[in-house]
């Protein structure tokens, strides 16, 4: 049982990781690193016999270990909508479903104001260029082009997390 607790952890470093630095934004790299190594720690010295859901175990496990942290280093814990997702998901794939989400929405908003109107506009809520450019008096070229650099910049944001297994 050890021994899979500590696979998990050595496969899925990254992730876990990822997971912290998005559900605790405060948190630097290296931090990160110390919580999921002291959390496993933790966990390899633990005596339990059974767990039915690792994923979420060692997710909910990493997630504790980083509110002790802010609490031991009397900060305010951040709250976030990552807070209780060891709570609600089963399983692993849940997990990363909602780090996908912030994670495309923490890209979305990096891009700059006129490009993200018209990615959200055109591919999320499913206008036309014809109706946006309507809207905003701008002409379907320019929206076009808008797109098109919002695409290349959330393709660049997103590559790191897609390089690293985050998304399957």
Known sequence: MGNSIG???????NKLKRYLQYTFEELSEADAEDIIQATAV???GSNRSRIDYLSSYVYKSVSNGAKDYFRKNN???PTDSFEDIGETAETEEDILNNELSEQIKSALYRLDEK?????????LMGKSYEELSSETGEPIGTLLSRKNRAKKKLKILL???VKDGGIK
């Open 7 to 13: 696979d998990f952890i050595l496969d899925n470093f």
């Open 42 to 44: 933790k966990l390899l």
């Open 75 to 77: 900060r305010v814990v």
């Open 115 to 123: 490009s993200r109107y018209v990615f959200i506009e055109t591919e």
């Open 159 to 161: 590559e790191g997390y």
